[in-house]
């Protein structure tokens, strides 16, 4: 049997990360090619994953940096 | 990664910090400053008390540094030095252990999309809303969208929150950060899914907000 669309939104993760057994993927992708909603919503959960991944990177103060590279002088010379 | 320490696997990093040589010290740091503050935040509720615990973990990187055994990667092990630290910290403070909850996902029934938003044969009733931007290339670059995420996953459970940093933010691979975090393959992906559930939920309220306007 297909998956209904609910159940097709719990399976999104699995698909992408790959982990679906063979049965379930080949359903997953029929059910996607009769359903433009769950296109829809593949799509934007690939997007949601892409736009997580572009949260800026932290840069460390310079102050701490100072602090640390002491810390570790005095670790070296121990 | 940056390239420039990709390319030093950690044995040879290793070698280079053991031997005292502080440009392999200021590369790693470097290197793992944003995810260790990110992940840092999951515990701790303020900026600068995340530092602090980020501080006091490379203090324990170092004096451990000579016993590291290399059954994990560094920076598994890095990782898990912070988030055991974290977790003392708040037994110590007297606090309720967010990360206590890491073991059995919260909200482990929590479906992905609203039940409401299906019709009782399962299918849409209230199908995904359109978004300005669907694109995951052109969504990206929009610095608002990129906002709201941050925004969602500050709202997010401990360990759910503490899953999606590490696995999306900062790309580690699911394998590492069960070891990191201490949680089976199935508890993290059940995370990872309902984290990444939150965000698509807050970026379709983002946009229907945009639609408003």
């Known amino acids: 049997m297909m998956p209904t669309c609910q159940e097709m939104t719990e399976l999104v993760t699995d698909y992408l990360a790959g982990d679906l057994a063979l049965g379930t993927r080949l359903r997953f992708q029929l059910h996607l090619g009769l359903c433009r909603n769950c296109r829809r919503y593949l799509r934007q959960m690939k997007a949601s994953v892409r736009a997580t991944g572009q949260l800026s990177k932290l840069s460390i103060p310079a102050p701490m940096m100072n602090e640390l590279l002491q810390r570790f002088d005095n670790w070296k010379s121990r | 990664m940056t390239a420039q320490t990709q390319l030093l696997d950690d044995k040879a990093l290793l070698g280079r910090l053991l031997a005292g040589d502080k440009q392999a010290f200021v590369a790693l740091v470097q290197e793992h400053h944003s995810a260790l503050v990110r992940l840092a935040r999951v515990f701790v509720s303020t900026q600068a008390s995340a530092e602090e615990l980020v501080q006091e973990t490379w203090m324990a990187v170092l004096d451990g540094l000579k016993a ?25 403070e007297g606090r309720s252990v967010p990360m206590s909850a890491l073991g059995e996902p919260e909200g482990e029934n929590e479906p992905a999309v609203d039940p409401d938003r299906f019709a009782k044969d399962g299918h849409w009733a209230d199908p995904p809303h359109s978004w300005r ?58 995370l990872l899914h309902r984290a990444r559930a939150r965000v698509r939920s807050a970026l379709e309220a983002f946009f229907d907000e945009e639609k408003e306007r």
Do not use: H, Y
């Not at chain 2, 590291?68 to 110590?92: C, M």
């Not at chain 2, 610095?143 to 709201?148: L, T």
């Open chain 2, 68 to 92: 590291f055994e290399g059954r994990s990667s560094l920076r598994t092990w890095i990782f898990r030095i912070l988030s055991n630290r974290a977790k003392t910290r708040a037994v110590r």
């Open chain 2, 133 to 190: 931007e669907e694109d995951p290339e052109k969504l990206a670059l929009r610095a608002e969208a990129i906002g709201c995420v941050e925004r969602a996953i500050s709202a997010m459970p401990a360990s759910q929150r503490a899953v999606i940093t590490l696995r999306d933010v900062e790309g580690v691979a699911s394998d590492e950060v069960c070891e990191a975090l201490g949680l089976s393959e199935a508890n993290q992906r059940v």
